[in-house]
């Protein structure tokens, strides 16, 4: 659609890398205006903010990259190169778990609370986010003849160009809004910690499983389960998720029986 907004000499502002930019500014500003029911100070929050922007960013770019190693073992340059799109949403929820895991023992945080709050900034961030991939003609679908289908024109764009494709970018930044709606109805009714995170992980994977269904880049198939990588990943983090559920909810009941 729009790669590139302008440019001014050899400084370019490309329209994927500002939304992305806007994505994880709009979640600090939820996640401390959240912060401030946990008692927890927008310092800490803004420090945390860069700790996950910075994991997550390499994340979801090293999911990327070892999805398509063949591409960048040829083209080692390219990996630098996030302006052109390919980030992996699972990769980046990977790798941020793993480092926000040694900051919050180092602080002693609950890792629980913690992932509450910023669970609703990670699904509005992907929902702005998505527009961005949809501007530089990224994780694009598969040809249809459906009336929503569009076409990329632009040279510069990532998608098949002249050809009705799924706008599946557009299915993913939805979900993402919708769901950052579900998570902040849930932080009003939550029950214990924990709740609103795995319920994150289940709708995000749940979307993720229903959206791969349309995408026509090359995600990793995995020829002997007939899915791609991405598939496989979403449903090992929905089952995960609906069991660690499960546990949280019995554990809350049997609290609940002792008192």
């Known amino acids: 659609m729009f790669p590139d907004l302008f440019s001014i000499g050899p400084l370019t502002l490309h329209t994927y890398g500002l939304l992305v930019a806007t994505g994880c500014v709009v979640g600090i500003l939820v996640t401390v205006w ?18 996950i922007i910075l994991s997550g960013i390499i994340g979801s770019r090293l999911g990327y990259v070892l999805m398509n190693a063949s591409y960048y073992w040829r083209h080692p340059i390219d990996i630098l190169k996030i302006w052109d799109g ?31 709050l910023w669970s609703p900034a990670a699904a509005i961030g992907q929902g702005i986010g998505r527009i961005g991939c949809f ?10 003849d459906a009336c929503w289908g569009v076409i990329f024109t632009h040279p510069k764009s990532l998608a098949p160009l002249n050809e009705l494709i799924h706008p599946t970018q557009l299915y993913s930044s939805l979900s993402g809004l919708i769901i950052f709606i579900i998570l902040m ?15 994150f992980l ?17 995600r990793g198939f995995i020829a002997g389960l007939n899915m791609s990588m991405t598939q496989l990943g979403a449903i090992l983090i929905l089952i995960a998720a609906v069991v660690a559920l499960f546990i949280r909810i019995s554990r809350k009941e049997k609290d609940q029986t002792k008192r």
């Open 34 to 51: 959240l912060g401030k029911r946990y008692g927890i100070n927008q310092q800490q929050v803004m420090d945390m903010g860069f700790i």
């Open 86 to 116: 390919g980030l992996v949403f699972s990769g980046s929820m990977i790798f941020v778990i793993l480092v926000m895991g040694f900051y919050i023992k180092r602080y002693h945080l609950s890792f629980w609370q913690i992932a509450d």
């Open 135 to 144: 501007m530089a003609g990224c994780c694009y679908g598969k040809p249809t």
């Open 185 to 199: 109805i849930l932080h009003t009714k939550r029950r214990f910690e924990g709740q609103v995170f795995l319920w």
């Open 202 to 218: 289940i709708l995000h994977s749940t979307s993720r499983l229903f959206i791969e269904r349309f995408r026509g880049d090359d």
